[in-house]
């Protein structure tokens, strides 16, 4: 039943972007207001939620040591999961992860893996037989578009509250830590959506039921790329990827200071 | 966990390792009205415990062959976060949550008015994000709350809490300490505080009869003091209205 | 139109909300042990009137009834709705009305082709015991736009004989019919604008001096 009405609403969309304009009145880019709220799960080793309009993701990191891979005895790992909780929207269901949940873990995972953020031999606690795992798991909690932002916010902003936990002889000692987690590097992701030809940052739902398709880029630091992820039906111009990485750069200084 | 070998002091001179009385709740904060997109809603924390509840329905229910056509149904569903427990937790839901999502779903059934909606569901969705004891009737508790802010007719609230015994005594409210007690008793309990009548109802534990009587009489006067703060927290969301009429 | 708007203001004992002594209640809460007659929301349990939602009652009123804050659109008979064509039918068509099932319309009934997506009104004919409705009296409109609204407030957004729904029409310029299931029709005048009044209006709704309220906000100079 709500499909009929986002049909509707998909045609002003479409309308208003011809003429210049979007459908809750933003600059194409120009992102909805974004706060970041850290801490909000103490059984959590590091925790943040994020919100980006009504958009609305929580993140949390659970540090575990665990066996390397035989081929990296000497290198710890990430684990990104998320979760588009039913909650989130009508059109979400109770079960294993959509291929929506699955695309956003591996493009968020992407972000950080290939940036080199974390030092993954600095992980290491005994080479060839224990080494830390950071497990990153990522709930939506309610969906107005745009997801794909606000949950790579905030597993950076909770990685970056991340305590590390003490071991003693190789089993966790509970409530305490050894320090917090160091990244070298601030990766974060903007996604961009095409519609009626034009490229609009920070789609709100609206906008992603009316787009043709959608890009996101990682930013690494100032000069460097490290994932790409084109989704959706449509095609892209290689004019239209340039200006989304030109918006990208740009706003990565401004959000450097939110996480 | 191997459990601690040193003796604690659970109460002591009327004082709980926490520093509560025997008959305190940890301190409590309800929200209703917390996510756009769901047709109810609302979060609670409870100590440590950070639950949150979205309430999407009455809609239809399908497969159709799940559909009864004399009353509705209410689908519970309680998950936690892998991040809401000490030891990282599988995604995967296990079968404390499936019986827990069983459990409280019966427990909301009866309060509301499903032969209204015949051939419908009432999704409850329960997510944990922070945990220490007594997330179930946290959750329910909210539960009630999302499905009275999501317009479902209902013929009272409910209103949940824990109780049971720990060193000896038989305390309200117990945290994740007392309920590692070597002879601890939990007993999530859950009534609709009008009729008293009681909805939920499990124990884990060794208890005399005696006893029983004492934590079922706690566990009545905790509910009607958490119903109290749900109706609060309902009122709120509208309160500016009760002022603007005393000035009449 | 602005007869059956007014008409739907009123519909199920809906009473002016301006002047009588109100009260917040919750599901289970007493309404009154006297015996009154019974109106919309409320339940008899032991002789004595319990609300079943979170609403507003006024406890001087002579029917013991329940205005609710919140809640999802049941249709009821006579009610003027507003929806959007899902897809054809043998005989007829099903029409989206914001409720748990589409609606049914018979062929019959139209006196024009709908089409898929087409924004029609139409009323309330029956609804059978799983909520289910057949509409009749269509009427399709051309071009505009749906606004959701929380069908609970929708009798406030009409006003008493369509007063409150008069006030957003002049003042904004803009053509409007609200159904009672939420989904209002809109075409041209400043729609901005009536989406910050019905913002306004839903979120006081159960205050006094709305009426006010609203004409003050409408009269504010636009800023472009």
């Given at each position: 039943m709500e499909n009929v009405i986002w049909d509707l609403k998909a045609d002003k969309v479409v309308s208003l972007i011809k003429e210049g304009k979007r459908i809750d009145g933003r600059k194409f880019d120009e992102y909805r207001k974004i706060t970041v709220k850290n801490g909000?799960?103490?059984?959590?080793?590091g925790s943040a939620r994020v919100r980006i309009g009504n958009t609305d993701v929580v993140a949390g990191i659970k540090m575990v040591p665990l066996a390397p891979y035989p081929d990296m005895p000497d290198e710890g790992t990430i684990s990104v999961g998320t979760e588009l909780l039913p909650l989130a929207s009508p059109e979400y269901e109770v079960g294993p992860p959509s291929e929506d949940a699955v695309e956003l873990a591996r493009v968020v995972d992407r972000g950080i893996r290939e940036s080199n953020a974390i030092d993954f031999k600095g992980l290491?606690?005994?080479?060839g037989e224990l080494v830390w795992t950071i497990f990153i798991d990522a709930y939506v909690?309610?969906?107005?578009?745009n997801t794909f932002d606000a949950a790579s916010i905030a597993c950076l902003s909770s990685l970056n509250q991340t305590k590390v936990p003490k071991l003693e002889e190789g089993k966790i000692v509970k409530g305490e830590h050894s320090g917090k987690l160091k990244l070298s590097k601030q990766p974060l992701l903007f996604t961009f959506a095409k519609i009626a030809g034009k490229i609009v940052a920070d789609p709100c739902l609206d906008e992603e039921k009316a787009m043709e398709a959608r890009f996101g880029c990682a930013v690494a630091d100032d000069s460097s790329l490290c994932a790409f992820q084109k989704g959706g039906g449509g095609a892209l111009r290689l004019s239209e990827i340039d200006e989304c990485i030109e918006i990208a750069f740009k706003k990565a200084k401004e959000f450097r200071k939110l996480v | 966990m191997a459990k601690k070998e040193e003796k604690k002091d659970y109460v002591k001179s009327g004082k709980r390792?926490?520093?509560?009385?025997?008959?305190e709740l940890r301190p409590i904060k309800m929200e209703v009205g917390?996510?756009?997109?769901?047709?109810g809603s609302a979060y609670i924390e409870w100590g440590q415990n950070k639950i949150l509840v979205g309430v999407h329905g009455p809609k239809e229910a399908l497969p159709?062959?799940?559909?009864?056509p004399y009353r509705g149904l209410v689908r519970y569903v309680y998950r936690m976060a892998t991040?809401?427990?000490p030891d990282r937790k599988n995604p995967k839901p296990g079968r404390r949550e499936i019986e827990i999502s069983k459990v409280s779903g019966e427990a909301l059934e009866h309060s509301v008015?499903?032969?209204?909606?015949?051939n419908t569901a009432i999704d409850v969705f329960v997510e944990v994000l922070d945990s220490n004891a007594g997330t179930r009737v946290a959750a329910l508790t909210a539960a009630s709350l999302a499905l009275a802010d999501a317009g479902i007719p209902m013929k009272d609230l409910v209103c949940a809490v824990g109780v049971g015994k720990a060193g000896g005594e038989i305390i309200l409210d117990l945290n994740k300490d007392e309920e590692d007690a070597p002879d601890a008793v939990d007993i999530p309990f859950a009534i609709m505080?009008?009729?008293?009548?009681?909805v939920l109802l499990q124990m884990d534990g060794l208890l005399s009869r005696q006893e029983w009587q004492k934590a079922a009489k706690l566990g009545m006067e905790g509910c009607k003091r958490v119903f109290e703060m749900q109706k609060e927290a309902l009122r709120k969301k509208y309160g500016k209205m009760e002022q603007v009429s005393e000035k009449k | 139109m602005d007869e059956e708007q007014g008409e739907a203001g009123l519909?199920?004992?809906?009473?002016?909300?301006?002047h009588k002594k109100k009260q917040i209640v919750v599901p289970g809460?007493?309404?009154?042990d006297e015996r009154k007659k019974l109106g919309q929301h409320v339940f008899i349990e032991n002789g004595k009137i319990y609300s079943d939602a979170l609403g507003i009652t006024y406890p001087d009123a002579g029917v013991a009834y329940v205005v609710p804050l919140v809640g999802i659109y049941l249709p009821q008979s006579d009610d003027l709705v507003v929806g959007i064509v899902e897809r054809e039918t043998v005989k007829g068509y099903m029409v989206g009305i914001n409720s748990i099932y589409p609606s049914y319309i018979s062929?019959?009934?139209?006196r024009d082709m709908l089409s898929k997506g087409g924004i029609v009104s139409a009323k309330v004919n029956s609804v059978n015991e799983i909520n289910e409705a057949e509409l009749f009296d269509v009427r399709v409109f051309y071009g505009g736009e749906i606004l959701s609204v929380s069908p609970a407030k929708v009798p406030r957004i009409i006003g008493k004989n369509g007063s409150m729904l008069a006030v957003l029409k002049n003042g904004t310029g803009c053509n409007v019919v609200v159904g009672r299931n939420g989904w209002a029709w809109v075409k041209g005048g400043d729609v901005a604008k009536l989406i910050d009044a019905i913002k306004l209006i839903e979120a006081?709704?159960?205050?006094?001096n709305l009426t006010v309220k609203v004409e003050e906000l409408l009269k504010a100079k636009k800023v472009e």
């Open positions: 909000i799960s103490e059984n959590a080793d290491c606690i005994k080479e909690l309610n969906d107005d578009g | 390792l926490d520093g509560r009385k025997v008959d917390v996510l756009p997109n769901a047709d159709k062959h799940k559909q009864n991040f809401s427990v008015f499903l032969e209204k909606f015949p505080p009008r009729t008293e009548e009681i | 519909q199920n004992s809906e009473q002016a909300v301006e809460e007493l309404i009154t062929a019959d009934k139209c006081e709704s159960h205050l006094d």
